[in-house]
């Protein structure tokens, strides 16, 4: 496989020819050590899950979701959707939202960085392109690339649940909701009947390699109104890595407010900052010479008004988005300059025939701009129109329906279906889906390169990408085994046509020279005829209460997945996705201790650039535990954390270094009234 030429940015000649530096040698993994530590993990899962409660458990409710743009309980959707409350995972070793869900089940998250650097979200296979993250109701996806998506504009204690819903849903959300949805739900504006209540939390925590990290949120709630603001940073001086170090700030600020009106008018709105700095050596390239160093900048404003009515409810949102991206290849070098805008808005309203069948129609706008010294000026319009129906055909039998019809400069028109059953009787639920999906390409993989005046080497965007298509089915079951455990299995298959991705390109194949030269190596921005992935995934939550102060909660999750196509050059993102995944996550909380642990296995294709002596192995397994202690009458606690406890050494990007075992202790405090 042709190595990491495939998302380059731009390189002058100049910045090739530095000396070499000292590698940052990578210790090769073991395969019988990962599997040995896995099943150590397993058995300490299993001897937990045999502890013996002292008082009635608590059941695990068929809670109600609204990846649908309209709630309704999980068994009637027909879907695979993980739900998680936030408030459930507190104990969890995370630093951040991406590192959260790393370690939900079927949510593959391809690090480039730690604590919030850099993320790619995959979901059953595909690209990182094609998961669309939602944060209450409204695309956050940026523009300018998929690399961006996990930088979420709120505090995790803001989080009030995270439902991941695996699979096409295009049919509902348009574009990028390919391989699943990302759906955040915030708890100011979830809340919709306000009581009297009042929180302050506070965190400080601190570690080895310069590590300093703090977290600060308020919520105040009345009976009409309610508001909550706070800020996240993390920040490091990192680990040593070839001739620099990976250091990061990264740094989230946010306020939102609620209100309800007379007549049933209910009004939300958020404003929030996110910055980061940080190391991207190898994020982008396998070159000794790169040094490199980026910051993304961003703003996210969200307005969302709502009114119930007698028969149905209607529903506004406008977003705006702005982002500037710097990224320099070396110190000295001059950045690529990238701006974006993105102003989005939808109006949508659901109501009822009758007891058993309802339905929702909306429409939706969105604008995409792009300054850049690399890519040049764009932009670009989108339209989309849709009907969702839900229908409950006897008391156990579920049927949802959806049609879009999308509308963009580029693609021109396209038409998703999309339906949906479930058949739920007891706590037994048989599900099927059927169903479109497609993804726009992004300014990068449009641009990359376009507006430079020579580039020697390095990825070339294409203008006449074509949209992606595919064609999703799936099927499988959901059995509430006890009041304490739920078990979700899937089997799926999607069939790809016109997938985006670099493949590397002679420069007399190359369908724009003006910029290039025919020395060049350059990896150009393609459709792929056909990929098809199959695939089956298993999903098991464990929640007991074992006494008024003591509880136990574990996650844990297994995806298979295989990826073919027949071209000659296997497509670099889709062949990267892992093979074999499990990851999971378990917290034990006693009265005034509580023991957590968080880790993943993943298998994949092996993958080598010895420019810089760096590989992807096979497999690995990472492992994260925190060891809590409360005080102050459960008001405060203090903690001791260790990342990748095993020392690990691997890399999910070619050339992206993880940080090897992190030691971090601090303390939170939290007021409540």
Not at 161 to 182: C, H, N, T
Request: aromatic share 12%; charged share 20%; net charge positive.
């Amino acid at each position: 496989m042709a190595v990491q030429l495939l998302n380059l940015y731009a390189i002058s000649t100049s910045d090739l020819l530095l000396p070499p530096t000292p590698l940052f040698l990578q210790r090769k993994q073991n395969h019988m050590n990962c599997i040995c530590r896995v099943a150590v993990i397993a058995g300490l899962l299993f001897s937990v899950f045999n502890v013996h409660a002292q008082t009635d458990s608590s059941f695990l409710e068929n809670v109600t979701v609204t990846s649908s743009l309209f709630s309704q309980q999980k068994k009637e959707t027909g879907r695979n959707i993980f739900f998680v409350k936030t408030d459930s995972l507190k104990s969890l070793p995370v630093h951040s939202v991406d590192e959260l869900l790393r370690f939900l089940p079927g949510v593959e998250v391809q690090q480039r960085g730690p604590q919030g650097s850099q993320s790619d979200i995959v979901i059953r296979g595909g690209t990182f392109q094609q998961v669309l993250v939602i944060i209450d109701g409204i695309k956050l996806n940026d523009p300018l690339t998929g690399h961006f998506n996990s930088y979420i504009p709120v505090n995790t204690s803001e989080i009030e649940r995270i439902e991941v819903l695996k699979g096409a849903a295009s049919a509902i959300y348009g574009s990028e909701a390919v391989g699943g949805v990302i759906n955040i739900i915030t708890k100011t504006f979830a809340a919709k009947n306000k009581t009297q209540q009042s929180t302050l939390n506070a965190k400080l925590s601190a570690g080895e390699f310069g590590l300093l990290n703090g977290e600060i949120y308020g919520r105040w709630s009345g009976k009409k109104s309610a508001i909550s603001a706070g800020m996240l940073t993390n920040n490091a001086d990192g680990q040593q890595l070839r001739g620099t170090t990976g250091f990061f700030h990264n740094t989230t600020a946010n306020i939102a407010v609620s209100h309800f009106f007379k007549n049933n008018w209910l009004v939300n709105f958020r404003s929030a900052a996110d910055f980061r700095d940080f190391n991207a050596q190898n994020f982008y390239t396998t070159f000794l010479s790169d040094t490199a160093s980026e910051k993304v900048n961003s703003c996210w404003n969200h307005l969302n008004v709502s009114k119930k009515l007698k028969k149905g409810s209607v529903n506004f949102d406008a977003g705006y988005k702005k982002l500037r991206d710097q990224y320099w290849f070396r110190p000295s070098s001059a950045p690529n300059d990238n701006k974006t805008n993105m102003t989005t808005a939808q109006v949508y309203y659901s109501s009822s025939f009758n007891s058993s069948h309802s339905y929702t129609i909306g429409v939706q706008s969105l604008r995409k701009e792009i300054k850049s010294n690399d890519r040049g000026n764009h932009s670009l319009w989108h339209g989309a129109a849709y009907t969702i129906f839900r229908h409950e055909l006897s008391s156990n039998v579920f049927v949802n329906e959806s049609i879009r019809l999308d509308w963009d400069e580029n693609y021109g028109a396209i038409l998703i279906p999309q339906i949906n059953f479930a058949w739920s009787p007891s706590a037994f639920t048989v599900r099927a889906s059927a169903g479109r999906s497609f993804r726009d390409a992004d300014f990068t993989e449009r641009y990359n390169n376009y507006n430079k005046a020579l580039v020697t080497g390095g990825s070339i965007g294409n203008p006449e990408l074509e949209a992606e298509n595919s064609w999703n089915v799936e099927a499988g079951f959901d059995i509430r085994a006890s009041k304490e455990i739920q078990i979700s299995t899937t089997v799926f298959h999607r069939n790809h046509s016109n997938l985006i991705d670099w493949t590397p390109t002679a420069y007399a194949d190359m369908p724009r020279k003006t910029n290039l030269v025919p020395t060049g190596n350059y990896a150009l921005a393609k459709n792929i005829t056909e990929i098809k992935t199959t695939g089956a995934e298993i999903d098991v939550v464990f929640s007991k209460k074992i006494s008024r102060f003591s509880s136990l909660y574990a996650i844990a999750g297994y995806t298979w997945l295989q990826s073919e196509n027949n071209d000659a050059v296997p497509s670099f993102y889709v062949s990267s996705h892992a093979k074999h995944l499990i990851n999971f996550s378990i917290a034990c909380n006693t009265r005034n201790l509580s023991i957590a642990f968080s880790g993943l296995y993943k298998e994949r294709n092996t993958q080598k650039a010895n420019a810089i002596n760096a590989e992807i192995a096979k497999s690995y397994f990472v492992l994260n535990s925190k060891l809590s202690y409360q005080l102050l009458q459960r008001k405060a606690r203090v903690y001791l954390q260790a990342d990748n406890l095993f020392n690990t050494t691997y890399s999910d990007l070619l050339g992206s270094q993880m940080p090897g075992r992190w030691i971090s202790g601090g303390f939170e405090i939290t007021l409540q009234k």
